[in-house]
């Protein structure tokens, strides 16, 4: 008997989106009505398929809708891959919120640091697609190490290109340096030569791995030109204002002089003054 009641439960509840024929299941619980009981369970069974394929393209259509949007807007906007060359194209909003409203002293307090250039390579005109891989990387146990060392050269052909981006806030006066100093640097030109420095037409970071002299930046102004005599110290600098993340490109060039074959010259530079070094010394200006 419970049986017989759950059966007659269970095909209600399985009947009732139809509606119809409640009645005539609870009847056809009993056993002696048995062939229209069949009857019926056979249009409830296809009643029961198509409440069900009904249901079933009801979900795929649900189901599908969502992804469907998703493609077509992937077909509108392809996320493109962001590869390290993109990564000048990322918005860098000012993390330095409220801090131009803040009263300070005029003059400003007198502060300084040193900005490291961010690239260092070389082009060289003889050799118009060769790209420079010079760094000291060396292996170790745990893997290739590349110092901070950067190289910087200049003879007839080659010339060094150097990037460096201004960085904080207020420290918009930018001092460019250049310090030789005889004992950490190389020549091999015996005559004093001329070392002239160029400003570059490059708001973005160049790529070290593509850089050569056919894809370098054209040059925009001559900044200035110092005499470099061998054996002798050089301490040369140059103010100008810079934004805060502005991307500077500088050119170092050297000009071989009358009775000489080169005007080579050449150091290696890390973050350790006294030292050959160019970089540039921020200072306050607010
Ligand atoms: C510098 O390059 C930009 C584009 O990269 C160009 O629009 C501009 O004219 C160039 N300036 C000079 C002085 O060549």
Redesign the pocket.
């Known amino acids: 008997m419970f049986a017989s009641r759950f059966r007659s439960e269970y095909r209600r509840v399985l009947a009732s989106p139809t509606g119809e024929d409640d009645h005539a299941y609870d009847a056809g619980s009993d056993d002696e009505k048995k062939p229209a009981g069949t009857m019926h369970l056979g249009r409830f069974a296809t009643l029961s398929l198509v409440v069900c394929i009904v249901c079933t393209v009801a979900n795929v259509l649900i189901a599908c809708k969502p992804m469907g949007a998703g493609m077509s807007m992937m077909t509108m906007r392809p996320p493109a891959p962001l590869t390290r060359q993109d990564m000048h194209r990322l918005r860098r909003p000012s993390q330095f919120i409220g801090l131009a409203d803040i009263h300070r002293p005029v003059p400003p307090v007198p502060r300084q640091f040193d900005n490291w250039p961010m690239l260092v390579a070389q082009v060289d005109s003889a050799d118009s697609d060769k790209v420079f891989r010079s760094h000291r990387a060396h292996m170790t146990h745990s893997g290739t190490v590349v110092p901070e060392d950067r190289h910087i050269q200049t003879t007839s052909t080659v010339t060094s290109i150097v990037q460096f981006r201004a960085i904080d806030f207020g420290m918009e006066t930018c001092e460019l340096r250049v310090v030789i100093d005889p004992a950490s640097s190389f020549t091999a030109t015996l005559r004093p030569f001329m070392l002239s420095l160029y400003r570059l037409?490059?708001?973005i970071p160049l790529n070290a791995a593509t850089l050569s002299y056919k894809t370098r930046?054209?040059r925009?102004t001559e900044i200035d030109t110092v005499e470099v005599r061998a054996g002798a110290a050089l301490d040369w600098h140059r103010n100008f204002a810079c934004a805060t993340e502005e991307v500077i490109t500088i050119e170092l060039a050297c000009e071989v002089p009358i009775g000489e074959k080169d005007c080579d010259l050449e150091w290696w530079q890390n973050k350790d003054l006294p030292a050959s070094a160019i970089y540039i010394t921020q200072h306050s200006t607010v």
């Open positions: 037409n490059a708001s930046p054209p925009l």
